[in-house]
């Protein structure tokens, strides 16, 4: 079997005019492309969904939709050129104006086709690299790990020393305390700062997918596999892999992932050659994995591999000195983009320093963007503009309750859950993960929560 680096560019058909989708099909196949056709939009909107082509042709007129209705979501996927007929100068600026990348006119010109759609898949195969980047690359003020605490210097100092060498690192901290942006500044602190930095987060995504995502797959391993995908350990080949909410990994994955951090070996997904990684791995997660090595849902030979360097981000209420510079650096990043300044008042940072920050770095963030806007035109942001979160919670986060009589267990559930409801820093999800139910039956229980109360 041949292993080629580079697959083919694949581009979906879609156009009802039988003849002229044949026409083009045929014509992109022989330029070397991999080429799909539908004549419904519902048959394009299945082969859409596993394909994932890197360019659409599509009719403005299609039997069951309106192309240039469907445009503005599908573009958000994948690069679209608008098919129009002869003469249709209105509805290809309208095209454009929706987000095509181009139009043709039909009938198309070969030549014309050619040239449009190089241009196209070109920009496509540019955007899809800078997809991996799109969790970090908000801005570049984004990526700044911010602090002056005596906690902050030793752990900048550790990733100084870690960074240059080639040693997998695991980064632990509670939730919202920068260890994405830690892994990050790990990365930059390599050699292989040049070089392409994935992160993958295992805690969203499902877990059949996961492995091909992690280790590709061939054409053919699974229904839907019609062609040969680079795993992110093969794109982030020479750079570094971060691999986010290591905790949720399941098992039989675990096992895999230990495979390729002792042999630097791994399989695509259905291939039957090994393929030699030299890609630099961190892990993070808000989990106590030695507990979870205890309970048997970690394992724990992956554990001391993982472990052989821990990183430990301190959580905000052990560094609150940090918190005026945080505080400011949020409002700079806020304020940026509106070239007007906001200060705080000497009482609010107090306030701010005041607190014991149960959903750290991320919940300060979200306090600052709330008071920002509160403040409306105000210059500064005052303790008012806080609004009414929790000063001083119990240190440590306890959760204990208190009745005055044997509880029911409907009681226990509904004083638990107003309780975690309560704390702002906190998402459904994150809730339901914490309950450990699903999110479904969370909103159940609150809906119930709601008819009763
Ligand atoms: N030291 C810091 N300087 C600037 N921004 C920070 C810092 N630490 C965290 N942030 C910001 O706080 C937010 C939360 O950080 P991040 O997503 O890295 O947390 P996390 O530790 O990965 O949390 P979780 O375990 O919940 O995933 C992000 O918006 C991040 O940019
Ligand atoms: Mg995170």
Partial sequence: MTQSSSRKPAILVVDDDATL??????????????VENASRWSEAQSLLGRLEPDLVLLDAKLPDADGLAMLPSLVETCPVIMLTAFGSIDLAVQAIKRGA??????????????????????????????????????????????????????????????GPSDTTVLILGESGVGKELVAAAVHQASARADQNYVAIDCA??????????????????????????????????????????IGEMSGSLQAKLLRVLETGHYRRLGGTKDLVSNVRFVAATNRDLRAMCGKGEFREDLYYRLSAFVLHVPPLRERLEDIPLLAEHFLAARDFARHARKRWSPAALEALMDYAWPGNVRELRNIVERAALVSGESDEIRVAHLGDFQRRPPPGRQYAFSFDHPPTLDEITETYLARLLAERSRSRAEIAQTLGISERNLYRLINARRRDG
């Fill in 101 to 162: 990348v181009d139009f043709l006119a039909k009938p198309v010109n070969p030549d014309v086709l050619d040239l449009a759609v190089k241009r196209a898949i070109s920009a496509s195969s540019m955007r899809r690299r800078y997809d991996y980047y799109r969790r970090q690359a908000t801005s570049a003020l984004d990526k700044t790990l911010v602090g002056l605490s005596p906690a902050m210097a030793r752990l900048r100092k550790m990733i100084g020393i870690v």
């Fill in 204 to 245: 969203t995504l499902q877990q059949n997918l996961f492995e091909s995502e992690l280790f590709g797959h061939e054409r053919g391993a699974f229904t839907g596999a019609d062609r040969r995908k680079e795993g992110l350990i093969e794109v982030g080949e020479g750079g570094t892999a971060f691999l986010d909410e």
């Fill in 21 to 34: 989708n044949q026409l083009m099909s045929s014509h992109l196949r022989r330029a070397g492309y991999e």
